[in-house]
């Protein structure tokens, strides 16, 4: 397995610092050492308090790694003071191993974080740095370049390049979005200002650069990599506390596992489902969906393609399982998800008076709506739902674990069945199916 290291300050926050680089390392596969320089006491709010580790200590740390672990590249952030720095860049010449600087200076949510003149902070170190990561109020401080647009970028990036450095990326979240890379010739890294958090953004920009240096991709390519993936941490920031929102670089990673486990838990009920009547199944066909974790569109909704219908004497799925495939019995899913986050999945099947008692014998809270009671030029599974929910939560019930839809003129009458996942839908079916044996 790859390593790294960062050598950065601790955010007690959580939010930045050496905890957003090794949550940054292990969520794009790499394994993540930590030399800490300082240890700041600090929340959302801003900085309290800094205490600077020893020269010594922060030496140590770093040989200690060196001496066991293969470090492919290092990050660093936090570096405070020039003793520390100088001592870092000592260590990181006896060691050929590409670096990538994010000269940490201010905390997002307020208070200095170097003491001292960065330009004398970062000297020893830039002729090592195979690349430095300024935002635009870091480069200013570096280049002493006052910058309002993309040409004033483009001039700090040359000042801080003279200084050293292999290149240069004075990145633009506060000002366009758009990055300037520049190594000898100019690269634009196009992106736009996106809502969300940024607390912890610049260290997550650079640390992913660490990384897709170290596994041997150009700095340019590693610098559009890691762009993508602090966009998608940003877009998926959290509030933890009362200043700005804490980036999240395992978003998109969990986001992608839910879709794949999800695709696996309809899978599962399908298998499940094989065997029950086939008199359950509607004329039209039936689906069974389920939705991810904070649904709000059919995309984010998986079902059989080709829904699941009669053949011969058998039930069978026609077409795969796929996101935004039902819109029927996913529209019912998200209409419920607006009442109960939990209730992310659904199946139709034929309505009858016997599977109404089924569901009551098994003790299942049941609910049903008219479509005559559609408001005018409305005709949607959503608005039904969603109203039979509505008047369950009024009279105290909670979301039922039955909707019955009577039908209407070209509507065939159907039964939905809901529940927290794919599998438990697809048991619920089956305890119906043997009910009405």
Sequence with gaps: ML?????AGSDSGGGAGVQADTRTFAALGVHGTSVVTAVTSQNTLGVQDVYYLPVDTVVAQMNAVFTDIDIRSIKTGMLATVEIAEAVADVLSQHKVPIVVDPVMVAEAGGRLVMGEPKEVLAR?????????????EAEAISGIAIHNIDDMKRAACEIYALGPKSVIVTGGHLSGTDVLYDGSFQLLRGKLIKGGTHGAGCTFSAAMAVFIAKGYPVNQSALMAKTFVTDA????EHVGSGPGAVNQFAATLHRAERYLTLLDVEAGLRTIKAINIDLIPEVGSNLAMAISGAKKLADVAAVKGRIVKVGETITPVGCVTFGASRHVGGAILAALNHDADMKSAMNLRYSDEVIRACQELNLATKSFERREEPQATSTIEWDIAHAIERSLTQGTGVPDVICDRGSVGKEAMVLILGHSAQQVADTVVKISSALR
Excluded at 130 to 135: C, D, E, K, L, S
């Design 125 to 137: 170190l830039l002729p090592e740095t195979a690349v430095i990561t300024p935002n635009i109020r």
């Design 3 to 7: 390593s790294v290291m960062t050598v």
């Design 234 to 237: 940003i877009r998926n920031s």
